[in-house]
């Protein structure tokens, strides 16, 4: 049997939290529905599901659905992907990327899980930026398995600003896999304040 990972990102929350999932199916028509999660979901969040006991060399199509707490909903574009029939899709890895932590104007501390290393350890990092394109990687840190957390910290990062992020891992079974896109907002400055290094500096003249 094969497995899949589903990725969304929400891109409009309609203005209340919103939670998601996924249809998926053998034909266009779909029917099969993961569960509900998030609930506290906003635009710009991501979430995921795997599926598991797929057909090999099969097509499936799926799409994402996003409802808000008054329920109002609306779906994805209909998209589909192909199983593998090798065994070895059985072993591919899966990483996820979790909620960053230790968010300041000008640092934050990325967050991400190993879900499954397939058949041996490997390496971790991440990869951000400020568009999806990313351009910066922190480094790789290896001996990481099924269960294992991870993190790093990154600065120089521009006060109010939106940031998307994602981890990625890599064994020598095959080349690396990588989790679904996580966006997150630094803090503003302070009004009337500007943060410099680890000093306060109060803004003369306001």
Do not use: K
Request: net charge negative; glycine share 16%; with cysteine.
């Amino acid at each position: 049997m094969a497995q899949a990972r589903l990725n969304a990102t929400i891109t409009d929350d309609g203005g209340l939290s919103c939670e998601g999932r996924f249809q998926y199916g053998l034909t266009p028509a779909m029917g099969l529905f993961t569960p509900w999660q998030g609930g506290t979901l906003v635009t710009g969040d991501s979430f995921s599901h795997v599926l598991t006991g797929l057909l090999g060399g099969t097509i499936y199509f799926f799409q994402a659905e996003v409802r808000n707490a008054v329920g109002t909903g609306t779906s994805g574009a209909i998209l589909s992907f192909m199983t593998s029939l090798s065994l070895g899709s059985i072993l591919n890895p899966i990483v996820d990327i979790l909620a960053p932590t230790l968010v300041t104007e000008h640092q934050a501390t990325l967050n991400g899980m190993v879900t499954f290393q397939g058949d041996r350890l490997g390496q971790v990092r991440f990869q951000w930026g400020a568009s999806a394109s990313y351009g910066m990687t922190t480094a790789w840190q290896s001996g990481f398995g099924t269960g294992n957390s991870f993190s790093a910290a990154i600065s120089g990062l521009s006060p109010g600003q939106a940031y998307h992020c994602r981890a990625e891992f890599q064994n020598s079974h095959g080349p690396p896999v990588v989790s679904g896109d996580l966006t997150f907002s630094t803090l503003s400055e302070v009004g009337g304040m500007v943060l410099v290094g680890d000093d306060i500096l109060t803004i003369l003249g306001r």
